[in-house]
């Protein structure tokens, strides 16, 4: 689970490797990364301005998001 820096949104990544962004005034939220198995999400933070989220997986490999 990762806080956005400046934005009231909350990323989460979850056993089976999918990662959901969630808007906390409504709890809305966008798929940003579909189930891929045997690729946990061990690991996620945003750049300091918060339009990029990057990812670690148990697996070993990594992704970054770039958002507008």
Known sequence: VACH???PVLAAGYED???ILVRLTDAK???VRDPTPGSAITGL???ETG???IFGCADGSAGLFFLP
């Open 17 to 19: 490797g999918a990662i």
């Open 5 to 7: 820096p400046v934005s």
């Open 51 to 53: 339009r990029k989220l």
């Open 45 to 47: 933070s945003w750049d």
């Open 29 to 31: 939220e966008i798929d």
